[in-house]
């Protein structure tokens, strides 16, 4: 079953927004306009305190900024940092544009998956790493290059990913 399809079934139902998310929400409201236009905002706030946006926290959402459940599952399946199934601790987003490629991006890719057991879309068995591609992370003269979270990482070897790895491993 699609998320679409769980969203328009009867039997997936909203959970209630904590009171921290509808803070923050709130707040995103009056800096717009148009209150459906806090919908993007709103996914990334439920996803910044559950880790991913599920279909029951979609509808939430959608109830209560009263924005179809399926307008918002476009904005999340658009957009795409924004996670409709969950996730490890540690996103690793590995840059795949072509200054990467070329600078040799599919070898630091099988070096993460030989090094986590993992490959694009898979979270590693500890739940600490998810490998996912983004196609630029605009930082071209440094390629390879990837982010974990926040943090971008450049110039990547064998050598830098053990260091990475390790270092989020001990967060």
């Known amino acids: 079953m699609t998320s679409s399809e769980l969203i328009a079934s009867s039997t997936t139902r ?11 929400i ?8 148009d209150k459906k236009a806090v919908g993007l905002e709103a996914l990334k706030i439920v996803q910044k305190h559950q880790g991913w946006v ?4 979609l509808l939430a959402i ?4 009263d924005i179809p459940g399926s307008d918002l599952e476009g904005v999340a399946t658009f957009f795409n940092l924004v ?10 987003l590995l840059c795949n544009s072509v200054s990467c ?11 993460i998956k030989e090094r986590l057991a993992i490959d694009f ?19 071209c003269d440094r390629a390879p290059s990837m982010m974990v979270g926040e943090n971008l990482h450049r110039n990547l070897t064998r050598d830098k990913i053990d260091e990475i790895i390790q270092q989020y491993r001990n967060l």
């Open 26 to 33: 709130e707040h995103e409201i009056t800096l717009y306009a």
């Open 62 to 65: 959608s109830k209560y900024l």
């Open 121 to 139: 879309g898979e979270t590693s068995k500890d739940g600490e790493f998810t490998l996912l591609p983004v196609p630029c992370l605009g930082d």
């Open 83 to 92: 996670f409709r199934r969950p996730v490890g601790k540690n996103v690793i």
């Open 101 to 111: 490629w070329i600078m040799g991006c599919d070898e630091i890719k099988d070096y």
């Open 54 to 57: 599920s279909d029951e926290s």
């Open 14 to 24: 909203a959970r209630k927004l904590s009171a921290e998310e509808i803070n923050e």
